[in-house]
């Protein structure tokens, strides 16, 4: 009931083409586009969760998803064009936003509680995905400090999200 | 990383400082929110003494004190005053991020 895209594998795969020694190394701009589309994706989950679900405790987490999320994403077109960077798309990125279109579907097919759980335990994973991309990819890889600073940010912001995820899904037990 | 401020919240508060010494004129305290963290919490507090909240991270934050004794909500770059009415130990936590704690210790 998870959705399962592959954002390790895709990351590898982002310089397609590229020597082997340097595919895992995204640059910059690719780092911009899948941190800004993982963000675009959890936003448009948290708005199906708000029209779809009726439990306060589900509602209350997608909110926080839409707030924090697009608080990020707005700090991060701040920072690309402070930078006069230009977010470059990507096979991660167009990976993630793949499979968050056929998780948005096949959400779109469920109610109740059998949503409520569905959303949930799909945020857990997403976030536990993302958090572990950020940790030993793309902060790794990043050239400028400050894109660095802001996915260390975002980190420490997911990781919340997560554990947040976990105990709802704990609670819709 | 703490910025300690004397502030005499009342005019004449310096001269009543100095007429009776044995009185501590309350002072402010600053604690910086900022990349999903509280900065370091003054360690001189007596009650009386106020702590300004300040965000100047770009996500809402808060600030609740386990004890109930104050709950005060940080929008984005935006700062609120919480007046230390009793001693004790108190916890508390970002209400939005529950993972972001601190403890202040009042006197």
Known sequence: ?????????AAATVMAGAPAAAAAAPSDPQIAHIAYTA?????AAGRQ???R?????VRSFAQQMIRDHQAVNGKALALVKKLHVTPAPNPTSASLQKDANATLRRLSRLHGRTYDRAYINNEV????????????????AAKNGELKSLLQ???????????????????LK | MRLRRSIVLAAGGGAL????PAMAVPHTYIVVIDKMKF?????QLRTGDAIVWINRDFLRHGATAADHSFNVDLPPRTKARTVLAKRGTIPFVCRYHPGMRGTLVVK
């Open chain 2, 17 to 20: 400082l100095s007429a009776c």
């Open chain 1, 49 to 51: 969760a708000l029209a």
């Open chain 1, 53 to 57: 679900s009726h439990n306060r405790e």
């Open chain 1, 153 to 171: 940010t975002g980190l420490s912001l997911f990781r919340e999200h997560q554990a947040h995820a976990e105990q709802v899904a704990k609670d």
């Open chain 2, 39 to 43: 900065g370091p919490t003054p360690s």
């Open chain 1, 1 to 9: 009931m998870i959705y399962k895209f592959a954002l390790f594998t």
């Open chain 1, 125 to 140: 994973a997403y976030h536990r995905t993302v958090n572990g991309a950020l940790e030993s990819t793309l902060i790794p």
């Open chain 1, 39 to 43: 963000g675009v994706i959890d936003i």
